[in-house]
């Protein structure tokens, strides 16, 4: 049973013991009557009784009028200037779809105009010589109200406004925050729901992490995120809420805006959001503060001596609070007060537009601020502000609280007219429809007002950074070991010589503490629990216990200076980590190296949208997809054989992509990857995939580097006698070796001569071939431009065999560059299942057989080598002809 629904069966007794609280609060603080109450609930319950729990408090403001910090500053100012901002964000959505259609949003920033003003004016520091500023998520569909008011503060143009969601012959603004699109203005991209707060919450820890291991200053910084309450009824939203309750990170503010609503309807419409998110974040240790009522409400409150306004305002749910704001004083006296004649008597004085006027929390800039004073003030939890409002406020008939406004991005002349006077806005009537921009003249009070506020806080927001200082990165001579043969007999794998890259590191006098080694739970698997005690694992409160293997060489140490960030088993957390490290040049003016390595099946299929979002955030780092391959995992199966991530990493344009086979290769690649991100601040990341099959590495040849980067080079030229067919064989990653072997079969057994090319990247050979061939179009009578892979190949003779470890389609990227000659891909489509790796190889026909009969089958085609040689080549090497394809079984 509810709190709510229990009778009162003896008020006279409840009185009692209400007034003995009383007395214990006046005189003992509020400390003693907690843990009085505490006490007794303890007791109840160890005598047997039930009560159960409830991580809810009343449907009231958590901060009472009389504990209110007084907010500074001209109110009236504020006001008039809020005003004029949210008619220019109106404005510009409603002049963008005047003949454009693009869209845009009126009803969210309308909501949360308030939330957003009392931050910018009061709160907000911005990054500066001295300072390394606050860190601010703006809601994705609030982005106009953020143009509005830049626009008035003289950073946007009025044609740059008028230019929302027209980006393409510039000067234009980004529909949503994208730092690829707007790089001096948006820090982090928002609009993918979900993804904004638990961003949030990793930045704020890395921002600690960073301060625990003295990179950065103590500076009380903040990270504010605000989000929509529809926004967090997800798991991507709430599911990482708990890391930060349990690390108590009180840098961290979110404001949650309860408008109530999300694109269709009610958020909840037969519950309280407000409560539901209450209780979620209590639960997980936050600091919850609920801005509920707004002023106007605070008089009938203290009238409210029996408690009854509070039950009303407690049974109604949302599904009616949006009702009622959707329609007039007179409907809200009669529906929520009308249901008891107390509240009607109460209310009995006040006109129905008095009855209107009583706001909602988060619209009232007094009740804001002090929820804000209060969160920078709480130490030991992270905060959570939520604030009741009402979506698309102001809108009036045109969306004021309706179920239809999320899409709202045109108005009727009476809308925008209501709207005029409901705000004061100095448009006359034949000018409406015009919608025109404001602004404040220079040496007005309000624009004086407006700037003098954000040069107290330090400069103009949003800001984004684009560099940092440059890192001196070592040279590839740094990894001399891998550059040589590792010896007869000596096998490693690729994973194994990324942990040497890795160590060797940060070990590097200049840049090794910049370094941060990424594991999900996954550190025994690459082999890098050597890094364990070596560097330390990040914990805030250090190593509280001795763990059980503290005897040993290679023990658990956490450590509040450790260097590797070890985290959750599944991969959206740990992205989070490495996509806050990979900005840390622009959020904290630092570089940060991070290495983030994981299942490359638990990859990019996983947390997709995150490294999307990395690309718009021009993140910069390594991720490293460790035991890749769909037949390199020998005994694992479907869910862990990965034959995509390489395709998956090609959808994001600036995600740099290669798949090594041998060490030098990779080292080679990594430390190409650090010159251009912290030398160069390219703005761009690393996807290298790294494998846990053993096997010799050969010394690294000479002058291979630059294809090594551009993504191919001769390995092995063929050896066959004169006039012997010839084949050009492709591979990459372990199959590389499956292509070496079949190079010697053909040769050995069919005396076809094998040239042998190491591709590291597919991925790259088809942007360059891409580029090259829009460049070729566009210049019809120039000099044809070459492709790397036309270079490489454009005198060598015979068909091409490309064999991988992924899907066809990855090695089939490069089919159209190489329009002379014959092409054939190879790869390892369908679902993966457990076996050995050989089996494996055979099944998917990726492996040397498969090489070297789908070279011979291409040279019959080519009337090259007779047909028979095909058939003879399938029986020689045990090919089943009726095989079933691997994609059907
Ligand atoms: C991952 C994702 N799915 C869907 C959308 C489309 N979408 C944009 S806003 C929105 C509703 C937002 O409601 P709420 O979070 O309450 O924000 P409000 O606008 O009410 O402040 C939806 C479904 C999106 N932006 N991202
Ligand atoms: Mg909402």
Redesign the pocket.
């Known amino acids: 049973m509810d709190m709510q629904d229990i009778p009162d069966t003896d008020p006279q007794e409840t009185q009692e013991w209400l007034e003995a609280l009383d007395g214990v609060l006046k005189h003992e603080g509020a400390q003693r009557a907690h843990f009085l109450l505490e006490q007794l609930v303890d007791k109840a319950r160890r005598s047997g009784a039930y009560i159960p729990f409830s991580a809810n408090t009343a449907y009231l403001n958590t901060i009472p009028p009389e504990s209110e910090e007084h907010m500074p500053g001209d109110g009236a100012l504020e006001h008039r200037i809020r005003s004029y901002v949210r008619w220019n964000a109106m404005a510009m959505v409603l002049r963008a779809n005047k003949d454009t259609n693009v869209g845009g ?1 009126i ?2 920033f309308a ?2 105009a308030t939330l957003y003003d009392v931050g910018f004016n009061h709160f907000w520091r911005a990054q500066s010589e001295k300072f390394g500023g606050d860190l601010v998520f703006v ?4 982005a106009p109200g953020v143009y509005a008011r830049a626009f008035i503060l003289g950073r946007l143009t009025a044609e740059q406004m008028d230019n929302f969601r027209q980006e393409v012959d510039g000067k234009g603004l980004s529909s949503y925050p994208h730092p690829w699109l707007m790089p001096d203005f948006w820090q982090f991209p928002t ?5 904004g707060p638990l961003m949030a919450i990793y930045q704020a820890r890395f921002m600690r992490y960073m301060k625990d291991r003295d990179i950065l200053p103590a500076q009380g910084r903040k990270v504010w995120a605000f ?6 009824d997800e798991p991507e939203s709430l599911g990482a809420i708990s890391l930060a309750g349990r690390e108590k990170l009180d840098n961290l503010i979110f404001v949650i ?1 309860c ?1 109530l ?4 309807g009610p ?1 909840r419409g037969n519950g309280k959001i407000i409560q539901e998110l209450e209780s979620d974040f209590r639960g997980a240790g936050w600091n919850v503060i609920k801005v509920i009522w707004g002023g106007y409400w605070d008089e009938l409150f203290m009238r409210d001596t029996k408690g009854i306004l509070l039950k009303r305002m407690a049974e109604c749910v949302d599904g009616e609070y949006q009702t009622f704001k959707s329609k007039d004083g007179a409907y809200v006296r009669k529906h929520f007060f009308g249901k008891y004649p107390e509240l009607l008597e109460m209310v009995a004085t006040m006109s129905d537009d008095d009855i209107w006027r009583l706001n909602r929390g988060g619209h009232d800039p007094y009740k804001v601020y002090a929820a804000y004073a209060a969160a920078m003030k709480h130490t030991g939890q992270p905060t959570v502000i939520l604030a009741k409002t009402i ?1 698309g406020y102001g809108m009036g008939e045109a969306g004021e609280s309706q179920n239809i406004t ?1 899409q709202q991005k045109k108005m009727g002349t009476s809308s925008i007219k209501s709207f005029r006077d409901r705000f004061g806005i100095p448009v006359p009537d034949d000018k409406l429809e015009e919608v025109p921009y404001l602004t404040f003249p220079e040496g007005s009070p309000e624009l004086n007002y407006m700037r003098e506020k954000r040069q107290t806080l330090g400069g103009y927001l949003p800001a984004r950074r684009r560099k940092a200082a440059a890192l001196e990165v070592p040279a590839l001579s740094a990894f001399e070991t891998l550059l040589k043969a590792s010896g007869a007999g000596r096998e490693l794998s690729t994973t194994m010589a990324f942990v040497r890259i890795l160590t060797t590191l940060v070990r590097d006098k200049k840049i090794g503490q910049y370094v941060v080694p990424i594991v999900p739970d996954e550190s025994r698997t690459f082999g890098m629990e050597g890094m364990f005690r070596q560097l330390g694992i990040y914990s805030h409160v250090g190593q509280l216990y001795t763990p059980q293997d503290a005897d040993q060489l290679m023990f658990y140490k956490e450590d509040q200076k450790g260097q590797v960030l070890q985290e959750g088993i599944n991969e959206p957390g740990a992205m989070s980590s490495w996509i806050a490290a990979a900005t840390a040049y622009s959020t904290h003016g630092i570089s940060m190296i991070p290495f983030y390595i994981f299942y490359s099946m638990f990859g990019f299929q996983r947390i997709g ?1 995150l490294a999307w979002a990395a690309g718009d955030m021009r993140a910069r780092g390594f991720l490293l997809g460790g035991t890749a391959g769909r037949t390199t995992l020998n005994g694992e199966g479907l869910q862990h054989e990965d034959g995509h991530s390489h395709l998956l990493a090609a959808t994001i344009p600036n995600c740099v992509a290669y798949d090594p086979t041998y060490a030098y290769e990779l080292a080679v690649i990594i430390q190409d990857g650090l010159r251009r991100m912290y030398q160069e601040q390219e703005d761009i990341y690393y996807y290298i995939t790294v494998m846990n099959e053993n096997y010799e590495h050969p010394a690294m040849p000479e002058g291979v580097e630059k294809g090594i980067l551009k993504g191919m080079y001769l390995l092995r030229e063929g050896k066959a006698k004169k006039n012997a067919p010839k084949v050009q064989l492709l591979g990459s990653g372990t199959i590389l070796r499956e292509v070496i072997a079949g190079a010697d079969m053909l040769e050995k057994d069919f005396g076809v001569a094998a040239d042998i090319w190491s591709v590291t990247s597919f991925n790259e050979l088809r942007r360059d071939g891409l580029d090259v061939q829009r460049w070729n179009m566009l210049h019809p009578e120039a000099t044809p431009r070459l492709s790397h892979i036309e270079i490489c190949l454009k005198d060598r003779e015979g068909p091409v065999i490309a064999s991988t470890d992924y899907m066809k389609m990855f090695a089939d990227q490069v089919r159209g560059m190489l329009p002379t000659h014959h092409f054939h891909a190879l790869g390892a489509d369908g679902f993966g299942r457990s076996d050995t790796r050989e089996k494996l190889r055979g099944f998917f026909e990726v492996d040397r057989n498969y090489v070297a009969v789908a070279a011979l089958k291409a040279l019959a085609d080519m009337e090259l080598v007779p047909r028979k040689k095909v058939t003879e080549a399938i029986k020689k090497y045990g090919i089943d002809p009726e095989k079933p394809n691997p994609t059907t079984v």
């Open positions: 949003h009803a969210s909501s949360a809601q994705g569909h609030s609009v993918s729901m979900g993804l989000m929509g309450d529809g926004e967090m805006n408008n609503q999300r694109l269709d958020v979506k999320h949208d």
